[in-house]
């Protein structure tokens, strides 16, 4: 089966920094668009951030520009976000993603943004 | 950016009820719409691609219908584990965007 496996959450105070992994167990990974999705608690999906096969092209929400870094290194079928300058209103479960039209989901990471 | 309108936001229907969930967008999507369940305390899973394309091991009683800006999720027959919160997003353009999400309660 394929599976997504997703680490790194935890707690971390505003304006600290974060870095979440996916590990992917696909040996085409390379060749799917990845992303991230997260969901405040109790609240809906918000897309976050997309990254292509190659690396060569990113989209971030607005709400994360210039603060996240979506990267990958296919090498290791893995995908990554680099949380930085983080917000009360980063806080949610963070969900790796695979393929453009979102076909496999992780299970999830818990991000708490608290002092 | 696409804004994506879901209605109702709620909803509680009976076992072998019909149930349409219907997604709006502010601009034409052509058929890269989306459909997702989601149970409490996990992972979405997707139900529907390409506006009508069924998920391979989703029952068939899911379908979707639409294109354009306005898009249907439809479930012929309510069974107990169709309860959960079920979101659209749309695939066209970046940035990706979901519905707010509908709620189905089986009463």
């Known amino acids: 089966d394929v599976q997504l496996v997703e680490s790194g959450g935890g707690l971390v105070q505003p304006g600290g920094s974060l870095r979440l992994s996916c590990a992917d167990s696909d040996f085409t990974f390379s060749t799917y668009w990845m992303s991230w999705v997260r969901q405040p608690p109790g609240k809906g999906l918000e897309w976050v951030a997309s990254i292509k096969g190659d690396g060569g092209e990113n989209y971030y929400v607005d709400s994360v520009k210039g603060r996240f870094t979506i990267s990958r290194d296919n090498a290791k079928k893995s995908v990554y976000l680099q949380m930085s300058s983080v917000r009360d209103e980063d806080t949610g479960v963070y969900f790796c993603v695979r393929g453009r039209s979102s076909s496999i989901w992780g299970q999830g990471t818990l991000v708490i943004v608290s002092s | ?107």
């Open chain 2, 1 to 107: 950016d696409v804004q994506l309108t879901q209605s109702p936001s709620a909803m509680s229907a009976s076992v072998g009820d019909r149930v349409s969930i219907t997604c709006r967008a502010s601009q034409d999507i052509s058929i890269y719409l989306a459909w997702f369940q989601q149970r409490p305390g996990k992972a979405p899973q997707r139900l529907i691609y390409t506006a009508s394309t069924l998920q391979g091991g989703v029952p068939s009683r899911f379908s979707g219908s639409g294109s354009g800006t306005e898009f249907t999720l439809t479930i012929s027959s309510l069974q107990p584990e169709d309860f959960g919160t079920y979101y659209c997003q749309q695939q066209s353009t970046y940035p990706l965007t979901f519905g707010g999400g509908t709620k189905v309660e089986i009463k």
